[in-house]
Nanobody, 125 residues
């Protein structure tokens, strides 16, 4: 099992910044990738950014490219999501996920068996 604990959510005004953190514990060797997904009320969960734990390559959703950055600190088993220039449409519950995607779609939630409880991000206009 892999346990994930997110932190860093909150309420900000449009244009502001937040940094989310996700600490992994347990059998982390089972997961090649960690990523951030988000889900707004009435919408499907969508991938935001994913990072390969060993090699460091990343994938970032088009909707947040240039504003969000994903990074990792392997010594701390922690993945970060730096979110800048936040917009009201970024408002959602943000979830950390871990898994070993094999189907080529790093943003497919079904590829990630381990999930955190989520942290709320609210951006006001």
């Amino acid at each position: 099992q892999v346990q994930l604990a997110e932190s860093g959510g909150g309420s900000v005004q449009a244009g502001g910044s937040l940094r989310l953190s996700c600490v992994a514990s347990g059998h982390t060797y089972r997961s090649d990738c960690m990523g951030w997904f988000r889900q707004a009320p009435g919408k499907e969960r969508e991938g935001v950014a994913v990072i390969h734990i060993r090699y460091g390559f990343t994938s970032v959703a088009t909707s947040v490219k240039g504003r969000f950055t994903i990074s990792r600190d392997n010594a701390k088993n922690t993945v970060y999501l730096q979110m800048n220039s936040l917009k009201p449409e970024d408002t959602a519950m943000y979830y950390c996920a871990a898994g070993a995607p094999r189907g080529g779609d790093y943003f497919l939630p079904a590829e990630y068996p381990y999930w955190g409880q989520g942290t709320q991000v609210t951006v006001s206009s």
